[in-house]
């Protein structure tokens, strides 16, 4: 059977039998909340089966489904009439699953007088007209009977269902009439309870028999108590396996042995019934979509990213509803008809793309289209129409405030009721079924723009690998994913723990990171960092924001179940659950998200501009660059890009070698070449030598320096240029004039290989700062031709890739000038090239290849796919030259 | 004060008519009761985790055959002082919405099954913390037992 379909009966099956019991409440009690969730469930049947092609039960259910949104409304009062005809509904719904089940077709037959009835109860006159059906059916009832119960029965022996069909077929209307209604008019005088048993078990029957062959339905209840059980087990074990460590030649060593690994394999066995990829959560979506887009005559790309993302089934279960509402949602009202879109200036084809990811512990769902956007007027009619607001608070709301009403019950825009949506169930539902899990759902619209919904579901019974840490005497665990890297801070270690203001700060390579002391966060003690011998730092990213957080001492990383902290304790934001380690302690869990938002970074996690591109004009205005300060050759201050130095060495004088009169080191297994900064080498005649390591791929080499006076941060803003090989002018470094060197100038020296010819000057200085693409996937090159050309008086960014780079292009960035690699992973400099000349904005924008290999046949190929002009990789002066022509024949042409 | 009625009601559903059963214990020598049927455990002396940031009756969590357990520290719920250091001190757990709940205490006794005659209301002048714990008083031979509502002592967004 198609899978779709058996889902669907299983779904449907589920649905039904919750609803005969809901309904029966209703009549006791016509609570709203009771009402709210029949009608979605008859909602959800009719939306389903309406996709599924099924349209005689999508015409019942939306019948049914009419009646009840008028009682909802309150325009119809619940009734025993009313309910009896629902219930009627409900088993005609059950009487045609039955047969889908058996013979994959709705059976034949016309619901039109049951439907007629529904209807007349919608529009009021339903008295009158339930009355005679009612008295009719069981008259009828003692005959059509056994037309149900032989219907499956002559299944096995028959399996052509056409012996039972002819009947109807010869006369449709009053026999095919009786027989659905079976089931109902004989329990109709019955009490409820009753009535409520036997429908239920003319479904069940018919139903067993085919699913269960295939799977098993489990109570998630179950598996979270054999979880429990399992977890007991793992601790017992780990219990024994202590007891035992002790002895060496204990008989109970071998079957412990093997009692372990059971125990192991049976928690990861159990553990992976939990877990599902969220892409099975999707799975019916591109049908349904497809569906649509026959259906609303819109063209709809769905895209879905992250599918292989695992969640625990349970809260799988619990957001696949709410899914498909709101991917229903934005292909329905999101997006644009064609015309529509056409006229907009947009594609035809509308996206709609899901994406779901792990994130600082969570679980990001987005669903996002590019439709229209939400209707910020109609959402305010509606708000003040339904009383939710007043015109006057609605002026003082923001529009994405504004936005927020349509997750209020009742509440849906459209204008017209379709079959598909448009009846203000949605949304509410989707945030309470959220919410349940105690997820967040958030809404960004913009007008013309489209919208994007992000779930964020905590890890509440999901399971994750997590570093443990110890602080002030408590241990916590930090989950692995936002834990980048650690670093050890000891007393006497090169980089120490800086305060500026009482705030702790480490610098880290070439950035400064911010610190969150965990002690001080957390209240553990009152005392400082100071004292301690060492102390760790978690380098912790969330979003965009990278921290780091001092703790005491670090553990081993464990796989931890997540548990929710219990709800006295909700309100502390710096955890995210707790947990049992394998010894059997409880520990709790920190969430990076609340400390970064405790530390006041919250603004900057929603970052959208998450990419990496380094915007290295800034460092021209405000933005700060690491310098490494250091004197060499005279008592003057130097200083090179901190990003360009790959490390600090300090080789002992007598380890210095000549080859060719060459001094040169062996580090780390190759030969280091090492060069002097004014050319003659000037060595101390004993003890050690401070040296700046330079490297690159496979190339090393060492400047030599007499000292290295510091690291800083400060604006690198050159003030006077200079002439001087290996200088790139002077700059006020924290208050003293320094000399920037030029790291470029010296490669070469080194390694012939690395440049062609030492650049005596460069190009003509340009004012109106044109802005350089710069493509290159060696951070080396990026970091050493960045400063080079910003001198020249250009505009540099620096990108990793090709795909960023087309990216960039995507969102709007304009360049006078792209300067690519060639030889790059992923898209390689031809065929970005390539790209960029085929469409877009960057068609006429001069490109240069860059590359080491430049052989005629590179230069007649690069030509082809249309560089402008191809020059040597470390050929700085003829890059700089090819810049300026370029730009002046295009300013020329301008 | 109206609440008392309708719970006593219910206890008295369950158990023999007009007669309601206790679990007593001990904090700083006065007696207190919850009704048997929310105790699931009766513990000695655990293991506790602390919780940092957690309101201060809140003394930490505990594995109970692998489910967490917030322990809360009665005497400190009741502005009583802190349990002295070489008092090992008891817990009894309740369980609240599914949550379970380590109650601190100094003591426990035994299950005392007490007529329904023998309740008071609250006298107005007990302080109003305690006031705001107690759903009444047992007139008991020799000594008072006050019966603890659990639901409003585990009630941190009131008091807070």
Known sequence: MDDLLSEFLTETSESLSVLDVELVKLEQNPEPAILQNIFRLVHTIKGTCGFLGLPRLEHVAHAGENVLGKIRDGELEVTPDAVTLILQAIDRIKLILGHLEQHECEPEGNDSELIARLNAMAEGRAAPAAEAPAAAAPAAAPEPEPAPAAAPQPQPVQPEPVAAQPEPAAEPEPVEMPAPKANVPAPTPQPPAVREAAPAVAAEAPKESAVAAQTIRVNVELLENLMTLVSELVLTRNQLLQMVRGRDDSEFTAPLQRLSHITTDLQEGVMKTRMQPIGNAWAKLPRIVRDLSVEMNKKIDLQMLGAETELDRQVLELIKDPLTHMVRNSADHGLEGPEERKRAGKPEVGKVVLNAYHEGGHIIIEISDDGRGLNLDRIRAKAVANGLATEAELDAMTNQQIYQFIFKAGFSTAEKVTSVSGRGVGMDVVRTNIERIGGTVELKSQPGKGSTFVIKIPLTLAIVSALIVECAGERFAIPQISVLELVRVTNNSEHGIEMINNAPVLRLRDRLLPLVSLKKLLRLSDEGEGERQETFIVVTQVGTYTFGIIVDRVFDTEEIVVKPVAPILRHITMFSGNTILGDGSVIMILDPNGIAGATGESGMLGGAQATDTQLVRDSHAEAKTSLLVFRAGGSDLKAVPLALVARLEEIDVAEVEYSHGKPMVQYRGHLMPLISIDGSTQFRDEGRQPVLVFSDREHTMGLVVNEIVDIVEDRLKVELRTDQPGVIGTAVIVGKATTIVDAGYYLPQAFGDWFGNPAKEYGEEEHLQPRILLVDDSPFFRNLLTPLLSVAGFDVIAVEGADRALAMREQGHDFDLIISDIEMPGMNGFDFAAAVRSDGRWQAIPLVALSSHATDKDFERGRTVGFNDYVAKFDRDSLLQTISQLLAAVKGAA | MNQIVPAKRQGTDLAAPEMQDYVTMLIEGQMFGIPVLTVQDVLGAQKITRIPLAPREVAGSLNLRGRIVTAIDVRL?????????????????????????????????????????????????????????????????????????VAKLLDFTRSE
């Open chain 2, 77 to 149: 719920r009741l502005d009583l002082p802190r349990r002295r250091e070489e008092d090992k001190g008891m817990s009894v757990v309740v369980d609240m919405g599914g949550e379970l709940y380590s109650l601190m205490v100094d003591s426990v006794g035994e299950v005392l099954s007490l007529p329904a005659a023998k309740f008071e209301r609250n006298p107005p002048t007990l302080d109003p913390k305690w006031r705001e714990f107690s759903m009444g008083i047992y007139r008991l031979e020799g000594k008072l037992l006050v019966v603890l509502d």
